[in-house]
């Protein structure tokens, strides 16, 4: 009885404490959620024709409704796609193409790209749908060593250049390990795919769209947080933006940062940030395309300005920055004023309860940047 009465006086006392008030923020029914960015949307495009308002999950929709209707032979597949997917980005298609086209497959992603592979040899356009990102692995062998290596084992008389595979990817807010993860990395070791992560609506449907029509299988992570969070003017009729090429989103002198999805949102709040405080000057990259990746534009800002700062959620072990960090040491010695900067995710399984802290998040961002200022 004395344990338990002095545990209930300590929960007591806890409870009454002052506790940390964590930021959230609001979206348009009133509902709360913490948010480690804000989304920055691009201008509204001019040179596509008529725009409408649309959010990430709704320009896929519009990307993936464009290419059916282009091509006959385009299918799309995938756990409960038929009725919209758990995101609701194929919602409508099969009412509007019919069972044939829009249809649901077992729980089995290995099934999915086998038979994704099968499609697009025939010369069909297969848009495979993994439901997360976190269960691509079962798919992986299928991936790296059928889809990847089929022109090459086959000396170009067959190939499955046909075939995109779609994920939604990234951290959420509430995802922890099963649903968080951001595997590109494990995809850019593998010549013959190309893997692709929009920063918003607009981006995401240009690239969707060139991903399918592109000669080689394609990886299209979507950041799922954005799904319903970013918001653009985004073109109704098809467009296509090049693939491999990274976009300078804000040219600057002092410090190159370098990302893709939503740490490009972070990154530009960083940016801000950097000038208000500090009075440097930050280049902006969104790199968009991991495989094959556009190194002469991050050589080119870095040979400028002397310092490079990479971010990505996936642990730094290994992660793409790495990669990035290499190329850029190897090329732009020289020019460097201060060693490479790489803010990512801990070499942990994604947490649940702990995101905020595990999230690489523009404090930790402009911290480093501060480092390499006053190197």
């Keep these: 009885m004395a ?12 409870a009454s404490r002052p506790r940390p008030r964590l930021r959230f923020a609001t979206g348009p029914l009133g509902r709360r959620h913490a ?3 804000t989304f920055q949307p691009d201008p509204e495009p001019t040179q596509y024709g008529q725009t409408q308002k649309m959010n990430l999950f709704q320009s896929i929709t519009s990307a993936l409704d464009n290419a059916l209707s282009k091509d006959p032979t385009a299918v799309i597949f995938g756990e409960d ?36 592979i099968g499609v697009a040899v025939t010369g069909a356009t297969a848009i495979a749908e993994i439901q997360f990102a976190d269960y691509i692995y079962p798919a992986f062998d299928q991936i790296v060593n ?15 250049g046909s075939l995109t595979i779609r994920a939604p990817w990234g951290c959420v807010g509430h995802g922890a390990l099963y649903h968080s993860q951001s595997p590109e990395a494990f995809f850019a070791h593998c010549p013959g795919l190309k893997v692709v992560v929009p920063r918003g609506p607009v981006e995401a449907k240009g690239l ?23 918001v653009e003017q985004v073109p109704v009729e098809p467009y296509y933006i090049p693939l491999s090429q990274a976009e300078v989103l804000q040219n600057g002198s002092d410090v190159t940062l370098v990302a893709w999805g939503t740490q490009v949102h972070v990154i530009k709040e960083v940016a801000v940030m950097a000038q208000e405080k500090l009075g440097v000057s930050c280049e902006v990259i969104d790199l ?3 495989l094959p990746w556009d190194a002469e534009t991050i050589c080119k800002s870095v040979a400028k300005t002397g310092r490079l700062l990479i971010s990505h959620e996936a642990p730094i072990t290994g992660g793409f920055a790495s990669e990035i960090s290499s190329t850029v040491q190897e090329e732009c010695f020289l020019n460097l004023e201060a060693p490479i900067s790489r803010v990512c995710g801990y070499d942990t399984p994604f947490p649940h309860i702990f995101e905020p802290f595990y999230i690489p998040d523009k404090w930790k961002c402009y911290d480093a940047l501060r480092k390499m200022i006053n190197y």
């Design 3 to 14: 344990l338990a009465g002095l545990a209930l006086r300590g929960a007591a006392a806890a």
């Design 35 to 37: 948010a480690h960015f």
């Design 81 to 116: 796609v038929s009725f919209g997917g758990v995101f609701r980005c194929t919602l409508g298609l099969r009412d509007k193409y019919g069972k044939d086209r829009v249809f649901n497959t077992p729980l089995c992603e290995q099934g999915i790209v086998g038979f994704g």
């Design 146 to 160: 059928e889809a990847a290596k089929y022109r090459y084992r086959s000396g170009n008389l067959f190939d499955c």
């Design 208 to 230: 969707l769209l060139s991903c399918i029509e592109d000669k080689n299988p394609c990886i299209f992570f979507e950041p799922k947080i954005l799904y319903r969070a970013a």
């Design 288 to 290: 968009k395309t991991i």
